[in-house]
Structure formats: C-alpha cells, structure tokens
C-alpha cells in the first residue's frame, strides 16, 4: 500500500519540494500534509468554472477539518496526512478561509487579499503548534505572511490586485525571522517566494543554491 507522502510530493510545485528536503523527518509529514492542502484548495479555484462550485468544495474541506479526525473518511491520502497534525488540524480552517475570500469577484478589495495573506500565515503558526514549536508561532506566521504575499503577488492575474499585493509585499522589509531547523522548510519556501517576486515571476537560476544555503544556514 502506497504512504501518503508517495502520493502527495510529486504533485507539489517544485519549491515545494524543495522546501520539504530540508524537513527533519519528525516534521516531514505534517509540513507536506500543510503544502498539499494549500494546493489541493488552489486547484479548487483553478477547476471550479463557477465560484459557488468552488466555495461548495471549500466548505466541504472547512466542516472536515473542523470535525476530530476519528470521523474522516479513509481512503484520502490527504486527509491521512492531516492525522499527522495530532488534533491540531482545526487551525488549517482559516486556510480555507483565506482561498476562499479569492472567490469573489474581480478585483478583490485589499482588506479581501489580506484575509487570504492572513489565512497562509494562520496555517504556518498552526504547524508551529502542530510540531510542538509553540514559542515559534509568531515567527512562523511573519514567515507565512511574507511567503503569500510574494507568492500572491506574482500570480494574480488581475492587475490591480497585483500592484495591491505588491505593495503589501514591499512594506515587509527587513530580514525575515529565523526558526529552528523543525521549522526550516518554512524560511526556505519565504526566501524562494522573494527572490522570485524579485526576478518578476522569472524564476531564478539560483533557486536551487538558494534553498541550500536557507535550508543549511537557516537564511
């Protein structure tokens, strides 16, 4: 029988991926069962030609990880993933609000594109708690906030609500918080996230050394 985590890395983007080597293995799980349920929620906006389709699946994901994770389903890779979090799923629920504050119409006010900023980083401080780094909640959510702004930013299609993010994106400056090596995918998935909103979307050449050099040093 195939592990969750055989059937969900390959789906990830590649910084993703990335990120996720540089996972102690105590910590491997319960951040890729994070990654996979932000893009497994993003593929319901990109596949849902209405947005009612697509808030319908959202609230199916929100009233599942509002519940005790005895009374899932079996059968989901994902969700078995998500009994790696120990009871501490419900906090991916502002996750799900967060994508689903996208489903409005076009263009988004920016109290709305904070809420998804907000709901990223909610879910970065959740996996603090998550892996017991509880005195590391704050830093994981400055990390989450920087990472969905950048990454936000370089792919909204609307343009009004990309110069918004943008914005947002430059106003955190400054080096971002350090965390423990538990936490490490984290810095290195915020640092990707920068230097690609640097490059304009380009990707860079670097990202690969740049991940070693965050996943190894910490920055």
């Known amino acids: 029988m195939s592990r969750p985590e055989d059937l969900l890395l390959p789906a990830l983007p590649q910084t993703m991926q990335l990120a996720l080597a540089y996972a102690p293995s105590r910590a491997k799980l319960p951040t ?93 401080a959740g996996l603090a708690q998550a892996l017991d780094c509880r005195n590391e909640a704050d830093a994981a959510r400055a990390l989450g906030r920087r990472w969905a702004l950048a990454d936000l930013a370089t792919k909204l299609n609307h343009p009004g609500e990309s110069v918004v993010v943008k914005r947002l994106a430059q106003a955190e400056h400054g080096h971002a918080p350090r965390v423990s090596r538990t936490l490490r995918p984290l810095a290195v998935l915020e640092g990707l996230a920068r230097d690609n909103l640097a490059s304009g979307g380009q990707g860079s050449a670097r990202t690969v050394l740049k991940a070693m050099r965050i996943g190894l040093l910490g920055r």
């Open 32 to 124: 890729l069962a994070l990654l996979a349920l932000d893009q497994r929620l993003a593929g319901l906006l990109r596949h849902s030609r209405e947005p009612m389709m697509a808030q319908i699946r959202l609230a199916w994901w929100r009233e599942t990880l509002e519940r005790d994770a005895g009374e899932w389903p079996e059968g989901e890779p994902l969700l078995a993933a998500l009994r790696s979090w120990n009871g501490g799923h419900p906090a991916l629920v502002a996750l799900v609000d967060g994508w689903e504050a996208l489903t409005g119409e076009a263009p988004l006010a920016p109290e709305t594109l904070e809420e998804m900023v907000d709901g990223r980083a909610a879910a970065f």
